[in-house]
């Protein structure tokens, strides 16, 4: 039987050992593992889920520190993906993690097979991206939830869980709206996602981490896949908002207990 690790043990004395042995043959995709989507895949390691595969085309920045779960002084530079399947064996080295190194967009959709999954994360900043993927994961056998925006945020208590048509207050779920109704293409079904109507103004300056160890400028010698080694977020959006680590991992938490409720319910 799996999950007989001693470090489960408050977890199965909760949820039972049936519960326990559907989490460790569950199998989830994340997509995106910045702020939200890390502490997402820390959720469901250090509650039983067996099966992992974590996307994400990004190396770890000095500005990931404040909030993402595997970033640190340490780590900076690397692969995010390499650095999240690190931190998550130590947790559990049993578990099985694929990290793949990879921008899910509409030209690389048809290398993932969304079928062979139990559930689906949406953690993607990229507006047409996300989208692209809201498409095919709504399409697929899989069960589906999304994150919307989780930056300019600072109020826990105002953090909800609706379904994507309903969520009101979100710019990130009007855009999503617009966009769809603007190319008359639709999810093929309902999903739940994770936001919060809060809205914020930066308050600070943006500027640059200003810093040696700094990865953001394209370097040719990168670490990771070459092929993306020319390829950095920072300089490629509009405008870049502030964030909190108690938001987006309350965020990401919470689409990790929305998987575990899922599988409960179904026992």
Known sequence: MGNRKPF?????????????????????????VGGVGSWCAEGLIRSGVGNL?????????????????????????????????????????SAQI???????????????????????IDAIDSLKDKATLILNATQSKAKFYSSMGAA??????????????????CPLARALRQWFKKRKIFPKRKFLCVYSDELLENKGVESSCGTDHCVCPKQTDAPGDPAL????????????NGSLMHITSIFGLTLSGLIIGEIRNKI
């Not at 920045?61 to 650095?83: L, P, S, Y």
């Not at 950095?232 to 870049?240: Q, V």
Request: aromatic letters at 8%; one cysteine or more.
């Open 8 to 32: 489960f043990n408050r977890t199965r004395l909760l949820l039972g050992d049936e519960m326990m042995e559907r989490l460790n043959e569950a199998s989830v995709i994340i997509f995106g």
């Open 53 to 93: 595969t974590i996307v994400d085309s990004d190396r770890v920045c000095i500005t990931n520190v404040n909030r993402q779960m595997m970033a640190t002084t340490h780590t900076i530079g690397m692969v995010k993906v390499e650095a999240l399947k690190e931190r998550l064996l130590e947790i559990n080295p």
């Open 98 to 120: 694929e990290a793949i190194q990879a921008i899910y967009s509409e030209e690389t959709a048809s290398q993932f097979n969304l079928d062979d999954f139990d559930f689906i």
């Open 152 to 169: 300019l945020k600072l109020d826990p208590m105002k953090i909800k869980v609706a379904e994507f048509w309903e969520v009101k207050g």
């Open 229 to 240: 080694a020319n390829h950095e977020w920072c300089s490629s959006k509009a405008r870049i």
